[in-house]
């Protein structure tokens, strides 16, 4: 456990918020400003992300402290993966539980005009030309690049939000990788699809039983209903990093600090083969 997680566990909310702020304004005057030349390398050399690749990116622009704008982090990401590669950004677009959301009488999701809430660069992503987001109402991705249509397009066709018809789920056909760009693997939302994929056979309920008929509006501005299933009240009670740290092997996961700024890398299919795996033991990011 971190000193972030200890503290998290005995300070009021609102004296831990205060202190993060705190100490995030302090580490950006403790360190340099990354320029752009320092975050290319760290995307080729550090986080190994080559032309070609489908990239998988958590993100938090606040804690990356760049001395250039979120557009160009998203140019850079662009140019690491080449015209051949595709980015991935989480883009669901609603806070709290997705069961609560769902309950909600006015609870649309238009594809096209409902804001992300997963941070700055996804939203860049959502606004970019040529971007395709996924017609999911609770886990929707967006998508930029080659394959951007390819990965996407039959999310919403399956109950299971992150199962076999999910972007995360199809990314392991390709040459590809999940990141962390100021973020930890508490974030990691890859870790639902062994949950999805196995379903019945996980060892914990992971998923409510009732299907929630959603109402979503499509690109080109149709109302069409989707059905999904949504995360079970079970799945609250987690410790990602812990179970990461314990179980999970370097060529599944690594992760690093640089200038006091938290990175990650994951490899999707070797993380989704030892999660299974485990898994079948009742060893799960839930299991304690």
């Known amino acids: 456990m971190t000193l972030s997680d200890h503290l998290y566990k005995i300070l009021p909310e609102d004296t831990f918020v205060f202190l993060r702020r705190m100490y995030r304004k302090y580490q950006h005057v403790r360190y340099p400003k990354l320029t752009e030349?320092?975050?290319?390398?760290?995307?080729?050399?550090?986080?190994?992300i080559n032309q070609g690749m489908v990239v998988y990116i958590h993100s938090s622009v606040d804690k990356l402290n760049l001395a250039f704008s979120p557009l160009t982090l998203l140019n850079l990401l662009q140019d690491a993966v080449g015209e051949s590669g595709t980015l991935l950004f989480p883009c669901w677009h609603f806070p709290g539980r997705a069961a609560d959301y769902?309950?909600?009488e006015n609870a649309v999701f238009d594809v096209e005009r409902s804001v992300t809430m997963m941070g700055l660069l996804p939203e860049l992503a959502r606004r970019y030309p040529g971007a395709v987001r996924s017609l999911h109402p609770t886990a929707s991705v967006v998508a930029?690049?080659?394959l951007a249509k390819e990965l996407t397009r039959e999310h919403h066709l399956d109950v299971y939000p992150n199962g076999i018809k999910s972007p995360l789920f199809k990314m392991m056909e390709y040459d590809s990788k999940i990141i962390g760009l100021g973020e930890r693997v508490v974030s990691l939302s890859f870790v639902h699809v062994v949950e999805d994929v196995m379903k019945e056979k996980f060892p914990l309920k992971a998923l409510e039983d009732e299907v929630y008929r959603c109402k979503v509006i499509d690109?080109?501005?149709n109302t069409i209903e989707?059905?999904?299933l949504v995360p079970h009240i079970n799945i609250a009670h987690r410790n990602i990093p812990?179970?990461?740290d314990k179980y999970i092997s370097k060529d599944a996961y690594q992760k690093f600090r640089y200038r006091g700024i938290n990175f990650f890398e994951v490899s999707p299919r070797q993380l989704f083969d030892e999660m299974k795996l485990l898994a079948g033991k009742n060893i799960t990011i839930y299991s304690g």
């Open 144 to 146: 930029i690049g080659r």
């Open 102 to 104: 769902l309950r909600r």
């Open 242 to 244: 812990a179970f990461f």
């Open 219 to 221: 690109e080109k501005g």
């Open 226 to 228: 989707v059905n999904t």
């Open 37 to 48: 030349q320092n975050f290319s390398e760290i995307l080729t050399k550090k986080l190994g």
